[in-house]
């Protein structure tokens, strides 16, 4: 019986059959605890294996990202408490300079397509941009991995998803990933992995994708994989210093569903305030004034995504009375961006840009937003309360500089 | 044979259980430096509209009644931790978030999903038991409903306390 990416990638790591609904026994390629989550792995750690290493530390990781580096004496102590376990371990951490754990672990070629990796990151389902299998979990989950290697998955159903039809010149990745998570919602793939299929996928590149990946938790899912192509294999080649393989599913892999997105004729999309998946087009809110953007998040803060928000405010000014800031997801990400001037354009725009990490989404490090503020941010998360008190829309970096430019909602088409 | 007896929360929005409460709504990222379990109850659904008051009018045993995609979000395990810290029994729900099923079967605090529910037959403040090994729950005597049984992995958990104590067995 043909099996989907999913199950292959399961099946690998296993020695039981990976058949949906059943609850089997994987290997974790890679552990890691960001400073979010991470103190508590320590302490479940000392609790429940007190004086016992962890089961392999070349595969265990600390990866600060949260609240870089700390504004509160509460995260400032719980990095702590992570380093120095680290360095009884003798475990990597990728200190608060480093960024967003879930990029590091692709740019240092950590994870490879079809390994397996996990993390106290509720997106850390985004390795599956790579073709590879990442789960967010919780602390005591994280712990019992650091120490036992392996974790029960119960081998989830695949929803297969056909995206037709080709991405409009006007739109973005995130346009696509926006009309997709408004297609299903939370339900439809809720629980389940999800596949990609389409011209327009296999043209994505490894930013577009992981745009795409990021946000299968807003659609509740287990994760959104994606079929690697010749560039993001050499692209993980690149970065891991061996070639990788890719993954694809069989041509006769059952699947528990199937959903078409139609991106024919798509116009830039954009979040309404509250619920990710509360979708519709940009032009039927651009009467609505802004008061700040946040551009960066694990969703579009790779160089490719500040790259573009740049290209659409160079030589402009954010309308007065606007607050922007830019957060760079990776160090390395912030180097390329500064040696190429992205940055300064960015800046002479009128933006504040922040040190690498999950700036805008973790609450704090950039700000919030005050009772009755509007922000359009490119983050991928918009709950009540979630970056502070005001109403926050969630668009693509073009859609968010151009509503910067303008104090109101807008596409970068209506910038002149 | 498992039952939880205590009286109910019923969650709604409009008239219905309500959908995809988030983690934030549950247990918001602002408390989310502190470790100490006892410290976590005292904060939950304080950012969940109409329900703000929850902690403070909570009562041990209380069972909370809620609808789809329930804890979606982050992998805080705190958002299950602060219901055990104020002894709700346990949580009653259509569906669960990915993350938050694992994080409560792997602490090993019970949580259950809705095969069918009479909500007209039910007001918050009811006592309810549910028998998990049956899968009926009952008011008064009368059964007002079903759930879906436990999965072999949960209910391993639950008996060994949590998977740490669960593993040392396998």
Same mark, same amino acid.
């Given at each position: 019986m043909g099996q989907t990416m999913i199950e292959k990638i399961m099946q690998k790591h296993s020695n039981e059959d990976a058949e949906p609904g059943k609850i089997i026994w994987i290997g974790i390629d890679v552990r890691s605890a960001r400073d979010f989550g991470g103190a508590n792995v320590v302490k479940n750690m000392n609790t429940y294996y007190p004086g016992e290493k962890v089961n392999d530390r070349s595969k265990t990781y600390f990866t600060f990202d949260c609240n870089v580096p700390a504004n509160t004496i509460a995260y400032a102590n719980n990095q702590h408490i992570c380093r120095k376990y680290a360095k009884e371990q003798d475990v990597r951490v990728y200190d608060v300079d480093a960024g967003i754990g879930s990029h590091v672990m692709i740019e240092e070629g950590l994870l490879a397509p079809g390994e397996t990796g996990v993390g106290t990151d509720s997106h850390l389902n985004i390795l599956g941009a790579i073709g590879a299998f990442g789960q967010g979990m919780g602390d005591q989950d994280i712990a019992f991995v650091f120490k036992a290697g392996k974790t029960w998955f119960e081998v989830p159903e695949t929803v297969r998803i056909d995206v037709e039809g080709d991405l409009p010149a006007n739109c973005t990745a995130r346009d696509l990933t926006l009309k997709t998570v408004g297609t299903l919602g939370t339900k439809t793939a809720l629980g389940k992995a999800e596949e990609f299929f389409g011209s327009a996928i296999d043209k994505l590149d490894l930013s577009g994708r992981i745009t795409l990946a990021s946000m299968a938790t807003e659609m509740s899912s287990i994760i959104a994989l994606l079929q690697p192509n010749d560039l993001v294999l050499k692209e993980c080649g690149a970065a891991r210093g061996s070639p990788v393989q890719g993954i694809a599913p069989d041509a006769d892999a059952i699947y528990s569903g199937n959903v078409t997105v139609d991106i024919g004729g798509l116009k830039p999309q954009i979040s309404r305030p =509250?619920?990710?998946?509360?979708v519709v087009d940009v032009e039927t809110v651009n009467d609505v004034q802004v008061d700040s953007v946040f551009i960066g998040s694990?969703?579009? =803060?790779?160089y490719e995504d500040i790259k573009a928000a740049a290209d659409v405010v160079k030589g402009k000014r954010i309308k007065s009375g606007v607050f922007g800031s830019v957060v760079p997801a990776t160090r390395r990400g912030y180097i390329r961006l500064m040696k190429e001037g992205v940055l300064e354009t960015l800046m002479d725009a009128g933006f504040l840009i922040s040190n690498p990490g999950c700036g805008g989404c973790a609450s704090g490090q950039i700000g919030m937003t005050g009772e009755g503020q509007v922000q359009v941010s490119t983050s991928n998360r918009n709950f009540t309360g979630k970056q502070g008190a005001g109403f926050t829309y969630l668009a693509s970096p073009e859609t968010a500089a151009a509503s910067a430019l303008l104090g109101r909602i807008a596409t970068k088409e209506e910038v002149k | 044979m498992t039952v939880y007896k205590g009286r109910i929360w019923l969650i709604f929005e409009d008239g219905q259980?309500? *959908? *995809?409460?988030d983690t934030d709504m549950i247990y918001h990222n602002k408390y989310l430096a502190i470790t100490d379990k006892s410290q976590m109850g005292q904060y939950t659904f304080d950012n969940l509209k109409g329900y703000e008051d929850f902690a403070k009018k909570a009562q041990p045993q209380d069972i909370v009644v809620v609808g789809a995609n329930f804890g979606s979000g982050s992998s805080r395990q705190q958002a299950v931790d602060c219901f055990d810290n104020l002894g709700v029994t346990c949580i009653l729900a259509n569906s669960y978030g990915a993350i938050y099923k694992r994080n409560a079967i792997n602490s090993g605090y019970p949580i259950l999903t809705i095969k069918e529910l009479d909500i007209s037959a039910l007001s918050t403040g009811d006592v309810v038991s549910i028998d998990t090994d049956s899968g009926t729950m009952e008011k008064d005597g009368l059964v007002i409903g079903r759930t879906m049984p436990l999965s072999t992995v949960q209910k391993d958990i639950l008996a060994a306390g949590n998977v740490f104590e669960y593993a040392k067995g396998l």
């Open positions: =509250g619920k990710p998946h509360d694990c969703t579009n =803060g790779r | 259980l309500m *959908d *995809d409460i």
